[in-house]
């Protein structure tokens, strides 16, 4: 039954991939590109692509029309920084108890949910994993055999030891298998970046300071040594593979801009200097606010005073320095660090909102995780905006989102590769649930 059911759908995907040109009708489009609306246009869509944008009365006859009344059409959204196999908010605990074979499949399921939430693109900055399953789903997915985003990213995030990717809470009589990957000193971590690309990570993401959800660390202290950090760009420069630096501490996110980090993860403690570096390495910053809201005052965390801590006394803090990176030219693009498998989909939008509390308008969140995203993960010549010869990665959300940017948690509409994934006018969804 279960090959059965594989087979399946497998067949469907690949029938609905079978050439179409759709013209896709809504008041509003948000191209990623411009600063206003365009209105009462079609998008034209022919096999994967984009072909036009044009107007109703241009829509050649052969052409689907799909007729999304009353929504406004915008580019798939990008997720920056994802953990899709996390499957329980007691990540470090659940690391332990589930294989990776069990995460692959939760983490499919959860990837499915995430497309049918519009994310269309998502970058992984490591995961709870001994193995490889993020970067297996990536070919399973390439391969049309399953419908799932687009992936790319680290397998793990590399730590040092008693930093924030290890398991700092055991006694040292103890010997686990740490959530993160482990490497002290220059060869050490030089081998790890390797051993990275060599199964798949076509990034790597570095725990450059401690973390807010890990026990037994600080995230004010500066986990790596200069000698070890250099040699960890320097090694991911050779293979030609982009670095994303998890940093909190002030001092570690200026060092990590300054050895050439593509992206600050995170940022909590960025200043006026670390706003100046950015500026002038072209350094992309993925601050994923909403996360420590979400996670405030629970009991889900082992480590939750730490994130309370923070979300209490430093938050307002934080969301001005972020909204002065942005006036200041700072690239920022969006990522929830959140939406595991025991998290609704849903909920990964919510960071549009915090962007726009940070002092962002409705138009640059939107881009900041559209065409910014798409930037960062240099694939912008082919994904971010709505325009001819890009991929038809096209979403289509209730009402107008630079009116009520909580829409964004909501699409009716969903595009990947210009095979329709969800049309909830129409009651359709090419997922099985």
């Not at 196999?85 to 692959?104: E, F, I, P, V």
């Not at 399953?133 to 992936?151: E, H, S, T, W, Y």
Request: glycine share 8%.
């Amino acid at each position: 039954m279960y090959r059965l059911l594989l087979l399946i759908l497998s067949f469907s995907y690949l029938s609905m991939t079978e050439a179409e040109t759709y013209a896709i009708i809504a008041p509003r489009i948000i191209d990623g590109n411009a600063n206003t609306v365009l209105e009462n246009q079609a998008i034209l869509v022919m096999d994967a692509e984009i072909s036009a944008i044009i107007e109703i009365s241009q829509i050649p006859q052969n052409a689907v029309r799909i007729n999304l009344p009353d929504t406004t059409l915008m580019p798939g959204m990008i997720n920056a920084h994802e953990h899709p196999l996390l499957y329980k908010h007691d990540y470090q605990n659940a690391h332990l108890q589930g294989s990776s074979a069990y995460k692959a499949l939760l983490g499919l399921s959860n990837l499915q949910r995430l497309l049918k939430s519009g994310w269309t693109s998502i970058r992984v900055m490591g995961d709870g994993d001994v193995y490889y399953a993020n970067q297996d789903l990536r070919k399973v997915i390439d391969a049309g055999i399953f419908i799932g985003p687009r992936l790319t990213g680290a397998a793990h995030y590399i730590s040092i030891t008693g930093g924030g990717g290890d398991i700092n809470y055991l006694s040292s009589e103890q010997s686990v298998i740490a959530d993160g990957l482990i490497a002290d000193g220059p060869d050490e971590i030089r081998k790890a970046i390797r051993k990275e690309i060599k199964y798949g990570s076509d990034w790597i993401k570095l725990m450059v300071t401690g973390a807010f959800m890990s026990v037994g660390d600080n995230p004010k202290n500066i986990a790596f040594s200069p000698e070890e950090l250099a040699a960890a760009l320097e090694e991911a420069a050779r293979h030609n593979i982009p670095v994303a630096a998890h940093a909190h501490a002030t001092e570690g996110i200026n060092q990590a801009i300054i050895a050439g980090a593509r992206s600050i993860e995170h940022g909590s403690y960025l200043n006026e200097k670390s706003i100046a570096l950015m500026v002038e390495h072209n350094t992309y910053y993925v601050p994923t606010i909403y996360i420590g809201d979400y996670y405030a005052h629970s009991d889900k965390l082992l480590a939750q005073s730490k994130n309370d801590d923070f979300y209490l006394s430093f938050r307002d803090d934080w969301l001005k320095m972020i909204g002065k990176a942005h006036r200041a030219g700072v690239k920022i693009a969006v990522g929830s660090d959140l939406c595991g498998y025991a998290v609704p989909s849903a909920v990964c939008a919510r960071e549009f909102a915090t962007l726009i509390e940070a002092g962002l308008s409705p138009m640059d969140a939107i881009k900041a995780g559209t065409i910014v995203g798409a930037q960062l993960l240099q694939w912008d010549n082919r994904l971010g905006t709505i325009e001819p010869g890009k991929l038809a990665d096209i979403i289509a959300v209730p009402g107008n989102p630079l009116n009520d940017i909580s829409v964004l948690e909501n699409p009716v509409f969903v595009m990947k590769d210009g095979v329709i994934i969800v049309n909830q006018l129409d009651n359709y969804s090419a997922l099985p649930y």
